[in-house]
């Protein structure tokens, strides 16, 4: 069971670190600092960013949907919380944090699941994207938080497990700010 549990968190781990890489490269694209400041290399690619913005996000959505589903034939975070329970329960000390932690994410994943079961992994026949999206009422903000919250989430479980953590430092931001700052210097020449 060890093993089973040990391949849930990595599992969930890779999970969160694929939806904050997606997170970085889709808001570096649509923030209003670095949109003014690429204008004119993404307008001159427009139809690669514009997809490239679309396919970052529904990454992100997926991913952070996958988290927190809860179908028992799936790795995901309430998976993980009843193997773990059914065979390493946690002290209430750590139970109570560990679900205080749990219910800041589950309202927030509520406006992911929006988005991933209406507009993306399916399509509502009777509403529109848009329609989608103010259902939903989800902010950029709040997928971060989410992002954020998870990673706080599963360093508490592993940490209660056998005192161990994930750094979570992998982050695409960077790089994607030398692609466009290339990409702007070669138009310029």
């Not at 694929?18 to 949109?35: C, Q």
């Not at 994410?105 to 103010?134: G, Q, T």
Request: proline share 2%; net charge positive; aromatic share 10%.
């Amino acid at each position: 069971m060890e093993d089973k549990i040990e391949h849930y968190i990595q599992e969930i781990t890779n999970t969160v670190t694929i939806a904050g890489l997606n997170y970085d490269v889709w808001w570096l694209f649509k923030e209003r600092e670095s949109r003014q400041k690429y204008t004119t290399t993404m307008n001159k690619y427009l139809m690669f960013f514009t997809t490239a913005i679309h396919a970052h996000f529904v990454a992100l959505i997926i991913a952070l949907y996958r988290l927190y589903e809860n179908k028992d034939n799936t790795i995901n975070i309430p998976q993980l919380l009843q193997l773990i329970e059914e065979h390493h329960p946690f002290s209430a000390k750590n139970e109570t944090e560990i679900n205080e932690i749990y219910n800041k994410a589950k309202p927030l994943w509520v406006k992911v699941a929006i988005l991933r079961n209406c507009a993306f992994a399916h399509r509502a026949n009777k509403l529109s994207v848009s329609d989608v999206f103010k259902k939903a009422n989800v902010t950029p903000d709040e997928l971060r938080d989410l992002w954020e919250i998870t990673k706080q989430l599963i360093n508490k479980i592993t940490y209660s497990l056998n005192k161990s953590s994930h750094a979570f430092n992998l982050a695409a931001r960077e790089d994607t700010e030398r692609v466009l700052a290339d990409l702007n210097s070669l138009l310029k020449r």
